[in-house]
């Protein structure tokens, strides 16, 4: 069985400051890891996924994220906050077995202050 | 352009009441998902479905019932047997057993309330 744990419901952060995310999964093989942001009254937008090659992943609005399988663990960062930032972010993982079906974390709500 | 288009955006129900959540995609993608989300607890999943006629229960599918009678609809029906039917509802698509790194596209959602 796969699962995720995000660590943190809720972060705050100031303008320009760096963002971390935590995110760490469980699976007995190998993941494909996904982050999503949802803003209010949206569905989730795709920021960047992690399939094979590269550890380190860039998605848009200035995202990464790390694969690191020792760790278990794939944290979402950004070097500099953005007020458009403010969201509620989710990671996800799915492995090959399951047919595409992906297991959400429970999301973590950024606030970005002025 | 190519998307998931979900209606209503908010639904009420009254109780005993059946309602009918509409989703349709336009991606030519052959899996499709429902979630209900809670606050604070993420994405739940209700039913998904890999092909045309073919539908599986999820983690949470007390309550609902779902059809896919065509590729592009994936309509979920939230029956009087669901007693906390109150959530913000999200429809995906994904490209199906051909593409299980590629992650999930999402509609913006139904508003679901008891009146």
């Known amino acids: 069985a796969q699962s995720v744990t995000q660590l943190g419901s809720h972060v705050s952060v100031s303008e320009g400051a760096l963002v971390l995310l935590r995110c760490n999964y469980s699976s007995s093989v190998p993941p494909y890891l996904f982050w999503y942001v949802q803003y209010p009254n949206q569905g989730l937008q795709l920021l960047l996924k992690y399939t094979t090659g590269a550890t380190l992943v860039k998605g848009i609005n200035g995202f990464e994220a790390e694969f690191k399988k020792s760790e278990t663990s794939f944290h979402l960062t950004k070097p500099s906050a953005h007020m458009s930032d403010a969201a509620e972010y989710f990671c996800a993982v799915s492995v090959e077995a399951n047919a595409g079906k992906s297991t959400f974390g429970d999301g973590t709500t950024l606030t970005v202050k002025p | 352009d190519g998307g998931i288009t979900q209606s209503p955006k908010y639904l009420f129900r009254k109780e005993g009441q059946n309602v009918t959540l509409s989703c349709e995609q336009n991606l030519n993608h052959d899996a499709m998902y429902w979630y209900r989300q809670d606050p604070g607890q993420g994405l739940r999943l209700i039913y998904y479905s890999q092909i045309v006629n073919d539908f599986q229960k999820g983690d949470i599918a007390e309550g609902y019932s779902v059809s896919r009678e065509k590729k592009e609809s994936f309509p979920l029906t939230v029956t009087s047997a669901q007693k906390n039917p109150t959530a913000f509802y999200l429809c995906?698509?994904?490209?199906?057993?051909?593409?299980?790194?590629?992650?999930?596209?999402f509609g913006d959602g139904t508003r679901l309330s008891i009146l």
């Open positions: 995906a698509s994904s490209i199906g057993r051909t593409g299980r790194r590629q992650p999930q596209h």
